[in-house]
């Protein structure tokens, strides 16, 4: 009994300790609901600042898109309709793609361009497209050659409001219309007709008198005439009627083909012929006059002939005329050696040996000669000489056999 009132004391000991340690640890529970719902409070007010933070961002973001002020596009110094907008100013990137789903996208409103960095419109394109239509443009891409109004072109085309050109042997600048008609001025001052009225037909005036810087003439004769393919004439009463002749004087007549007929009154006939003179006629092919039978002239100062072609002067037919001279002089001077060679008297029959002396003169040029001849046999007979001049001396021998 005792026992099991001691068991019993025990078991009602532990379940009195249980039971105080299960009300402790739910008062401790308790304590630790009251400080989460506490800390839940502040969690909930601080999730209603937030929200309340977030409210006034979304109200700012809207107002700042709504203005223009943020975002990859926002618009800077003045309200919309004013000011400047800007793509991405605070980003990188070096290019801006319109492309969307559907492809490529047209972008319009574009204003025309001005700075180098602007974008052209559509507008600006088509202006430049319209002058490139009106450009002058090379021919061809080795750059040598431009030809107004296009390569093909039938109608002329005017230049206009073109500079002086440089004049000169290396000038290659183009020449205006006021440095023409200066030029025409000057040629026009050769005669009555206007040299511009008169290209590319063959100009004929009758001049009483005309000059200029560089060329003058005057005359009271008949209008020069220029008939032949590519003809000249210069001067009153002036001919020149065949082909690539050239009559140059008053009374000048080329009428050979290719002939040049200069100087007053001078006449190149033939074909080929060159008169040269006034009054000078050239009447034969391929020839130069520079006279007329019983009108002839001297041709002076001539430079000495080089060429097989070329013309002699009196020099050089000078130096030719004392080398004959001189050949003349010795063969005068051997004939007349020659001569007193044969004047010496031979051996006589009978005899053996005879020796002689001789003389001989040709044509006022003398000679002494010597020799022997000798009978060696009846049949057999020799003979020789020699002689002497002022020009050179003429030896002889010779043998002879008789029967």
Do not use: C
Request: zero cysteines; hydrophobic letters at 35%.
């Amino acid at each position: 009994m005792s026992t099991g009132l001691n068991t019993t004391n025990s078991s009602l000991t532990s379940l009195s300790t249980s039971t105080s340690t299960g009300l402790s640890t739910v008062q401790s529970g308790v304590a630790s609901l009251s400080t989460g719902l506490s800390t839940t409070n502040s969690t909930v007010a601080l999730l209603s600042t937030s929200v309340s933070t977030a409210t006034s961002g979304v109200s700012a973001l809207s107002t700042g898109i709504a203005t223009g002020t943020i975002g990859l596009v926002q618009q800077v110094g003045g309200a919309p309709g004013n000011g400047v907008i800007t793509v991405g100013a605070s980003t990188g990137g070096t290019s801006v793609d319109f492309t969307g789903t559907a492809g490529a996208r047209q972008l319009t409103g574009v204003a025309a361009g001005t700075a180098p960095t602007d974008a052209v419109n559509v507008s600006q394109l088509q202006a430049v497209a319209s002058v490139a239509n009106d450009a002058v443009l090379y021919d061809s891409a080795t750059h040598n050659s431009v030809t107004l109004g296009g390569v093909g072109a039938s109608s002329a085309v005017a230049l206009t409001n073109v500079a002086a050109g440089t004049i000169s042997a290396t000038s290659t600048d183009a020449i205006n219309g006021s440095q023409l008609f200066a030029l025409e001025t000057q040629i026009s001052s050769l005669g009555n007709g206007s040299l511009g009225a008169q290209l590319p037909q063959t100009s004929q005036s009758t001049v009483a008198s005309t000059s200029s810087q560089y060329v003058s003439v005057k005359s009271t004769g008949s209008a020069a005439s220029a008939t032949g393919t590519e003809s000249v004439a210069v001067g009153g009463n002036s001919t020149a009627s065949s082909a690539h002749s050239v009559a140059v004087g008053s009374g000048a007549q080329a009428t050979g083909s290719n002939s040049s007929a200069i100087g007053s009154n001078a006449v190149a006939a033939a074909p080929n012929s060159v008169a040269v003179g006034s009054g000078s006629i050239a009447n034969e092919a391929n020839s130069v006059s520079f006279g007329s039978p019983g009108s002839e002239r001297t041709l002076t100062n001539v430079a000495p002939g080089v060429n097989p072609t070329d013309a002699v002067n009196m020099s050089q037919l000078n130096s030719v005329q004392q080398g004959v001279n001189a050949l003349a002089r010795q063969a005068y001077s051997g004939i007349a050696g020659a001569t007193a060679l044969t004047m010496i008297p031979d051996v006589d029959p009978g005899k053996t040996l005879a020796i002689g002396i001789g003389s001989g003169n040709y044509k006022g040029y003398s000679a002494v000669a010597i020799g022997f001849s000798a009978r060696l046999t009846d049949n057999l007979k020799i003979k020789g000489g020699a002689s002497t001049s002022g020009s050179g001396s003429v030896v002889g021998a010779g043998i002879g056999y008789q029967w």
